[in-house]
């Protein structure tokens, strides 16, 4: 549902130069603005040639890189060329400087002229050694689709390819609000005080996911403050943490209800993370969207990876990843009716249960690199699971081919 939102959004394309288009991702194909090599290109240093040798040498002349058009070659005459540098025209191949030998011309030893021929010291096939104009691509050939990651690699193709700007999707803009009357910024928990948690978490994480975090604010538990900020977010996303449930309190579902939002999720059957929520805002321009995340701040991240994520990478241009399937190593109790979110770390192809799993503990998370999705009624050692990765350790997992998961 979050997935199939963020991709029915119309993402809004910018155009950024080079230098900042890494991590975004293609709003439109990628397509060659030249052929690629431009011209027919010597791919070693050596010699040019024209028709079969040996060849006379043209003194006092070399062919380099980054120069312009050289004289034509004619027929049976050979010429010194660098990696890179434009065949003359009339050229039939390159020889590698090492597979040919000069040797100076009798007449012109006799008359003490110099210069002299050049001989192969093997067989010379046609057009070897030229790495031939438009091999790779020709003008207006699709590079890349829509929709792919910018890479360093993309970057480097984009370049060769002509390109000074990228159009990318722009990062959608996401604002956080911490709830919570009972957080502290600084120091050690005290008077019932406890730190928080959530908003040197989320903000990182968020961007890792591709969003922009334009904000973070703290509001207490303050129904007048929430309704003014979750309205005034000038953002396509506003994540809340906190007041989720049905205490005193909690006043995400009345704010939300007062606002006249659209729930579009309203608690799920995962543990830890039931209460989490999405709703949709309704009003001018392109819809807003509120994730409301539980307090409890596994199960925000729970929220996180299953509500936030898709919706995200939709709004981001981002493709839906494959799922990872990974055997456990150990039994893990499952609940009796929802779905458990379990923290693991993968070990020698199997991913192992960390303890300190608890909704309100982060200690299990912070050594993870997945959390595991454990059906209800639970999962025996050797069972393959989904495990959903954590973005930072996403980017270090490969496919295994043989039973479709991921290692790190
Ligand atoms: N009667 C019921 N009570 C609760 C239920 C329930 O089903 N029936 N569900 C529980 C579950 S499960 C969760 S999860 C929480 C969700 O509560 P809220 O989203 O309303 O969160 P709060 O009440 O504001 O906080 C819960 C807990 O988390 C701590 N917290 C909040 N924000 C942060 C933060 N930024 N950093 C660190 N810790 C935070 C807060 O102090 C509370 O301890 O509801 C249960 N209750
Ligand atoms: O959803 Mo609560 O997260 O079980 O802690």
Do not use: K
């Amino acid at each position: 549902m979050a997935a199939r939102q963020g991709r029915a959004t119309p993402a809004r394309a910018r155009r950024v130069a080079l230098a900042d288009a890494l991590g975004g991702v293609l709003a439109a194909p990628l397509t060659a603005l030249t052929d690629l090599p431009p011209f027919d290109t010597s791919a070693m240093d050596g010699w040019a040639v024209g028709g079969p040798g040996p060849w006379e040498i043209r003194s006092g002349d070399s062919v380099l890189a980054g120069h312009g058009e050289a004289p034509a070659l004619a027929d049976g005459t050979a010429v010194r060329i660098a990696t890179g540098a434009r065949v003359p025209t009339g050229t039939t191949a390159v020889i590698r400087s090492e597979h040919a030998r000069t040797g100076p011309d009798r007449e012109r030893a006799r008359t003490g002229e110099g210069g002299g021929h050049l001989y192969a010291r093997g067989d010379v096939l046609p057009g070897q050694d030229i790495r031939p104009r438009a091999q790779e691509c020709r003008t207006g050939d699709e590079l890349l689709a829509a929709g792919t990651a910018v890479t360093p690699a993309v970057l480097g193709l984009a370049a060769a390819a002509g390109y000074d700007e990228l159009l990318t999707v722009e990062r959608p803009r996401v604002e956080v609000l911490v709830l919570g009357d009972e957080l502290l910024t600084s120091g050690v928990p005290r008077d019932g005080l406890v730190r928080d948690a959530l908003g040197p978490m989320l903000a990182p994480w968020l961007r890792a996911l591709g969003a922009d975090v334009v904000a973070v604010r703290r509001i207490g538990d303050d129904a007048e403050a929430l309704r003014a900020a979750v309205t005034g977010a000038d953002a396509d996303l506003v994540v809340t943490t906190g007041g989720t449930a049905a205490g005193p309190v909690d006043h995400v579902h009345p704010v939300l209800a007062a606002v006249g939002a659209e729930l579009l999720v309203d608690g799920v059957g995962v543990r830890p993370g039931h209460p989490m929520l999405m709703a949709r805002l309704t009003g001018p321009g392109t819809p807003r969207y509120v994730v409301g995340l539980p307090g409890n701040p596994l199960a925000a991240v729970s929220g996180l990876l299953t509500l936030a994520e898709p919706l995200l990478r939709g709004l981001a241009g981002h493709p839906t990843p494959e799922p990872c399937r990974v055997p456990v190593r150990d039994a893990v109790q499952g609940h009796p009716r929802d779905t458990r979110l379990v923290p693991v770390v993968h070990r020698a192809g199997r991913a192992v249960p960390l303890h300190y799993a608890g909704p309100a503990m982060l200690r299990g998370l912070a050594e993870a690199d997945g959390l595991a999705v454990i059906p209800p009624g639970g999962a025996g050692p050797e069972d393959d699971v989904e495990v959903l990765a954590l973005p930072w350790t996403a980017a270090a997992s490969v496919p295994t081919p043989a039973r479709g998961g991921c290692f790190t």
